[in-house]
């Protein structure tokens, strides 16, 4: 099986590399690259690799976007700490998905399945393929053109809010609330989950059940027990904000991106 891996960490990467050395020694690794422009170069440049392994957040965005071109319909692995929700819609989409760090074991069974949907893949199968990525691209990429959210303040006094300004959502007894870098506070009507499925992951992140942070915003963390991590903030907001265990990983990851 000849594979081409898309891993924008070194260290990831070699991992992954060393991983099928041990567990499909017949396997050739015929290139990699950290980002998506510089996968869709490899791929325009060389004969199509039997298996993509591709991490979901490169260095230059989403993986995704390489299949905004109908024509790639390549059988692919997601590497990922991604949260449960995006695993889920990953999964419906690639032939399997892959947490990081990846085991021999997880990493076998992708390979067989791999083999499997290349015996299978009709143009019934493609057209189901396309409807599933047209949904997910929908879902984790911000709308186009949208760069400003209204909020209220005093009353019935709105303001266009630009989203570069704001610093996170919060969510206090059921009203969500637009926080700026500046501090100021602002009534918007979507909710949480509303703002953080229309606005993507790569802008803001779900920290817990009352909070969509940005990444500026935040100033430390630390561990806080248990696997998780325990925020501060810019502007601060009052209470203890708690990343649980699950979600960590994937904190630090979007973080680091």
Same mark, same amino acid.
């Given at each position: ?8 960490? $070194? /260290?990831?990467?070699?991992? *992954? ?13 015929? !290139? ?16 199509? /690799? ?13 993986? *995704? ?8 319909? %390549?059988? $692919?692995?997601? $590497? $990922?700490?991604? =949260? ?13 998905? %892959?947490?990081?760090?990846?085991? =021999? ?29 047209? !949904? ?8 186009? !053109?949208?760069?400003?959210?209204? !909020? ?34 602002? *009534? ?12 993507? /992951? ?56």
């Amino acid at each position: 099986m000849k594979i081409f891996i898309a891993e924008d960490e $070194t /260290p990831a990467r070699e991992r *992954l590399t060393a991983t099928l050395a041990r567990v499909a020694p017949e396997a050739r690794v015929l !290139g990699h690259s950290d980002t998506v422009q510089g996968t869709l170069d490899w791929l325009a440049a060389h004969p199509a /690799p039997d298996l993509l392994l591709l991490d979901i957040q490169l260095a230059d965005g989403l993986s *995704l976007e390489l299949f905004r071109d109908r024509r790639l319909t %390549l059988p $692919t692995v997601f $590497t $990922t700490a991604y =949260d449960q929700f995006a695993l889920q819609a990953f999964q419906a989409l690639a032939v399997d998905y %892959l947490l990081k760090p990846v085991s =021999d074991t997880a990493l076998a069974q992708a390979l067989a399945k791999a083999e499997q949907w290349r015996s299978h893949f009709d143009l019934q199968a493609k057209e189901r393929w396309n409807h599933q990525l047209d !949904g997910l691209l929908q879902r984790l990429s911000p709308p186009a !053109g949208r760069r400003r959210i209204v !909020g209220r303040k005093g009353g019935q006094q709105f303001h266009a809010l630009e989203l570069v300004d704001i610093a996170y959502f919060v969510s206090v007894d059921k009203l969500c609330f637009a926080i700026t870098q500046a501090g100021e506070r602002y *009534l918007v009507e979507p909710t949480l989950g509303e703002l953080e499925e229309e606005l993507g /992951p790569q802008r803001f992140f779900r920290a817990n059940r009352q909070l969509l942070v940005a990444a500026g915003a935040v100033q430390r963390f630390a561990p806080a027990g248990k696997g998780r991590l325990k925020l501060a903030l810019s502007p601060a907001l009052d209470g203890e904000l708690l990343i649980s265990q699950e979600r960590a990983a994937a904190f630090r990851q979007w973080l680091e991106g």
